[in-house]
């Protein structure tokens, strides 16, 4: 299967390659790589989806009001029906409306962690792939073999349990886990790259370090990085999930999808829309994520 | 063979990682809390009694101090200090928890191991047939549901819709097993009593499909990509040309070589299981090691939590040793020092 626009416009008016152009072509064969798989488009739409309720949530939730501390004991424990389309919680609080406005921390949680663990891990990484077999190569895998030896979410558990319990604190806990993967990734690529060719001409012609690590290694690492990054925030929301179920995370009345669920999940069976609808909104963001990550990685590595 | 080296490398590395993760988990327990006397007793105990449980805890020494007379205390006499909960040492709650997560890890691992194995090895089989996609799709699936919602689905279905399975627990009340290992149904058995055993097997049933059905299904596509890869290989040819019968090729000589990256992400699996195990244990009321941590960061139990944090990264340390062990013994190139021995 060949996409007929790209090919058309490349082969027919290549004198008109100019600089938009060139733009437009790259990203039409992007997403022809993204968009042959039917699920990463699904992925896709979710995920706008999601980041567009999340953003407009005061907007499009028929009741803004009730992400917060609001009751209202006269529609309380209400079934799903037409003018609460999942119900209402025993003080009487719109479920549909408490889940968009949840989805608000759990994007913000995946959004923070990502930008400090990426930068952070890529970096170390580089430097212990570039100085491998030195004491700067030790010190940091070692360091990262130390956080890579218990769970991931026991450890985030443990950090988010001593500080305060809020959406701050379980952001630093998940952050101070997640670093070590992008390391140990990063390091891998990075000790073999080291070694090929231009590196080594960039290194004869008396290029800076600092050059050789960003310009000549980093830009070679960048597209797995990309992947596991857009892999991750489906993980990073899974484990936000999981702590604020255990009442680490963002605390009532401000709602989160994990403490929903396990609020809900006391009324089980009578008011079984309590739980049931915040565990089927997780489901569908990190699917949504999942199939996007997975998009994205037959992207880039169909680009390479 | 050189099995013996390769071991006793793993180990001292597993050790000086232990070693760092207890600096990780005194800094968790002891600094990030700022004063931990204070924590344990509320805010409202005299400040004389604080400052003796300051004392107690060696909080007038210096923090290296402090860590070596911990580390010290923990290893020579296993004395991890006292729960402020349960108001026992720690290393009696450990010693009664820890089988009931050992067993319900132990099952899992099963379920993942059997499960992954039988479905990769039909998806392979059938190839881009709907058994393959089937699969595939509960692949997606197990991966985007974590295993808390599970467990809550799953509470849903069979304590109230549909209640044939048990639901909470280890043992229904109706039997008592006097405890030999800590192992239920290791002990029903040695009690003779079977029909114990058979009730404490139903128990262990729902917790451990709400761990296994994420990592089975990865496992399963895991195994079929590497079973599809090594049948285009020519002893596969060959062995086709002999007229060997396609279940042989398939049990044989095909699995045993595809199972290598199966095995090798157990290691992962372990790490997400026991994770989660902190979330079901709780849901499932499952009196284990992890249910115990949960509740003591909960209450923060400093002293319990990070004795449970330390046990269950030796657990964990162990177990991804014995992946390597098992991966070791399957893939030749690796005992002998080949692309993943160091």
């Known amino acids: 299967m060949i996409n007929k626009n790209s090919l058309k416009s490349t082969v027919e008016k290549p004198h008109e390659a100019g600089r938009w152009y060139r733009f437009w072509d790259r990203i039409s064969r992007y997403w022809y790589s993204f968009s042959r798989n039917k699920l990463s488009v699904m992925g896709l739409a979710i995920v706008v989806l999601v980041i567009m309720l999340a953003i407009f949530a005061p907007f499009v939730t028929p009741y803004p009001e009730h992400a917060g501390p609001f009751v209202d004991y006269k529609n309380a424990s209400q079934p799903p029906s037409v003018k609460h389309w999942l119900g209402t919680d025993p003080i009487g609080r719109d479920i549909f409306s408490r889940i968009i406005f949840a989805f608000r921390g759990a994007l913000v949680m995946a959004i923070v962690v990502l930008a400090i663990t990426v930068p952070v891990g890529t970096i170390l990484g580089l430097l212990a792939g570039y100085y491998r077999g030195t004491i700067i190569d030790t010190i940091i895998m070692r360091i990262s073999d130390i956080f890579l030896s218990v769970p991931s979410l026991v450890l ?73 990054m857009a892999l991750d925030v489906g993980w990073v929301i899974l484990i936000g999930a999981s702590l604020s179920f255990v009442g680490l995370g963002e605390q009532p009345p401000t709602p989160a999808l994990g403490q929903m669920v396990s609020d809900g999940a006391k009324y089980l069976p009578q008011l079984w829309w309590l739980s049931v609808f915040p565990a089927l909104a997780i489901v569908l963001v990190i699917l949504g994520f999942n199939f996007f990550g997975d998009g994205i990685r037959d992207m880039l590595e169909s680009s390479r | 063979m050189k099995f013996g080296p390769f071991i006793l490398r793993r180990l001292l590395l597993s050790i000086f990682v232990l070693l760092g993760l207890s600096i990780v988990i005194f800094i968790i327990a002891r600094v990030v809390p700022g004063d931990p006397a204070r924590l344990a007793l509320g805010p409202r105990a005299p400040e004389e009694v604080v400052e003796q449980l300051r004392k107690e805890l060696h909080m007038d020494k210096s923090l290296p101090e402090q860590y070596w007379i911990w580390l010290t205390n923990a290893l020579l006499h296993g004395d991890l200090g006292k729960s402020l909960v349960s108001k026992r040492p720690v290393m009696e709650d450990v010693k009664e928890y820890l089988p009931a997560t050992l067993e319900l890890v132990f099952f ?94 139903l128990h262990l049933i729902l917790p451990s499909f709400a761990l296994a059905l994420a990592p089975a299904f990865q496992e399963a596509r895991i195994t079929r990509s590497s079973m599809v890869d090594n049948l285009s290989k020519d002893y596969i040819s060959a062995a086709r040309g002999y007229g060997i019968p396609e279940r042989k090729i398939m049990f044989k ?86 692309i993943r021995g160091q």
């Open chain 1, 156 to 228: 985030a558990l443990a950090i988010a349990a001593v500080l305060k319990p809020n959406l701050m604190n379980s952001m630093i806990a998940v952050t101070a886990m997640w670093w070590p993967w992008y390391t140990r990734l990063v390091y891998g690529m990075a000790t073999s790259i080291r070694n090929e060719y231009f590196v080594i001409a960039a290194e004869l012609n008396g290029a800076s370090r600092f050059h050789i690590i960003f310009r000549e290694i980093l830009p070679n690492c960048l597209s797995p990085i990309f992947t596991k």
């Open chain 2, 108 to 201: 899992t691992a099963i379920f993942i191991i059997f499960f992954g194995i039988f479905f990769g090895t039909l998806a392979a089989r059938y190839k881009d047939r709907w058994v393959d996609s089937l699969i595939r799709i509960f692949a997606y699936i197990g991966v985007s549901v974590p295993s808390f919602v599970l467990a809550v689905f799953f509470i849903l279905i069979f304590a109230y819709a549909w209640p044939i399975l048990p639901v909470l627990g280890r043992l229904s009340p109706q039997f008592t097993v006097p405890r030999v290992t800590g192992f239920m149904i290791l002990d029903s058995l040695l009690a003779g009593n079977l029909k114990a055993a058979w009730d404490a097997f």
């Open chain 2, 253 to 338: 000589f095909l699995l045993k070589p595809s199972l290598i990256p199966t095995v090798s992400v157990m290691g992962m699996d372990i790490a997400a299981m026991i994770g989660q195990a902190f979330l079901v244990e709780l849901i499932f009321n499952w009196p284990g090691l992890s249910r115990y941590g949960i509740n003591a960061m909960l209450y923060k139990d400093l002293n319990a939590i990070s004795g449970s944090v330390l046990i269950i990264g030796l657990v964990f340390t162990f177990m991804n040793i014995l992946v390597d062990i098992i991966v070791a013994s399957l893939d030749p190139r690796v005992r002998l020092g080949g």
